[in-house]
């Protein structure tokens, strides 16, 4: 019974940022341009399900120091970059797949073409987004920076587009290699998540590598539990880099666990761990008492 309560606070919690994100992204449909089969396509990536934990997380972020800034534009920024990437990834040439939460992938739907563009499209108009964010006076130039440059690493080749050529073609399957894939594919948009809240809220600049370790923590958690979750399918993966099927679900549960405790040390001492912040991480951890 605690175990269901803990699922379903964080499912509504999850839904109230759903439902805050549909909101905020209809706002801005112009960002895509004219009607067309490109936006289109754009579109059906984004709209097509997902948690939305990414934008959650911005915004709880700002929640936590008391912004004075709307966060939206940064919080469909990152949702955007992460279309973007499962786009490219689900594209013939990399992972090759025909579904996505129980729908045709873009490239199924529309193009190989299309999706290819699509995945730029959304890129870019989360750079865009990013330069919309009114800043108060002052430092806002420093933080503008900021957020671009780490928008563009954790996107670029050190970030999403690295993790997925390691992914790819990885010279190994140690440990080291698939924490690497995971760090680079997944943890990226998490670090990304946290620092554009930080930052734009308000937080110091000089704290800025804290808050990605938060968020390091954060997104291995995240990443190992889906691993544990998608064991079954993935066992008969040919190269398989499902850190549970490794390394066996044993070891995956006391990865979650260690980065679990280590993210709250870390969000604890930066004054984020905030009752919304441990409805997610109750949900996580009770996971692993499920397994």
């Not at 955007?80 to 025909?98: I, R, W």
């Not at 800025?208 to 544990?228: M, P």
């Amino acid at each position: 019974m605690k175990k269901d309560r803990a699922f379903e606070k964080a499912s509504t919690l999850l839904g109230f940022y759903q439902e805050k994100f549909s909101s905020a992204l209809k706002k801005e449909s112009s960002l895509l341009g004219e009607d067309s089969a490109l936006k289109e396509a754009c579109e059906y990536s984004v709209s097509s399900g997902g948690k939305r934990v990414r934008p959650a997380l911005v915004w709880m972020i700002a929640e936590s120091l008391n912004s004075k800034v709307s966060l939206d534009y940064a919080a469909i920024a990152v949702e955007l970059f992460h279309a973007a990437s499962l786009v490219a990834d689900d594209l013939p040439c990399m992972d090759n797949d025909e579904v996505r939460r129980g729908l045709p992938t873009t490239h199924k739907a529309f193009s190989e073409e299309t999706a290819l563009l699509a995945s730029f499209a959304l890129t870019s108009a989360g750079f865009e987004l990013l330069t919309k964010i009114e800043l108060p006076k002052g430092n806002e130039v420093a933080v503008l920076k900021k957020a671009v440059r780490e928008a563009s690493r954790s996107v670029g080749i050190l970030g999403l587009i690295g993790g997925q050529h390691l992914d790819l073609s990885p010279p190994n399957l140690s440990t080291s290699i698939i924490e690497e894939i995971i760090d680079k594919k997944t943890c990226s948009l998490f670090e990304l998540s946290f620092v554009l809240g930080w930052i734009f809220s308000e937080g110091s600049l000089d704290k800025v590598d804290s808050v990605k370790v938060l968020g390091n923590h954060f997104g291995r958690a995240f990443q190992i539990l889906d691993d544990i979750d998608d064991f079954e399918q993935d066992l008969k993966a040919e190269k398989n880099i499902n850190f549970a099927v490794r390394f066996g679900k044993e070891a995956a549960i006391k990865q979650v666990q260690k980065h679990i405790e280590s993210f709250e040390e870390y969000a604890v001492s930066l004054n984020l761990f905030s009752d919304k912040m441990a409805t997610l991480v109750n949900a996580m951890r009770d996971v692993c008492l499920t397994v």
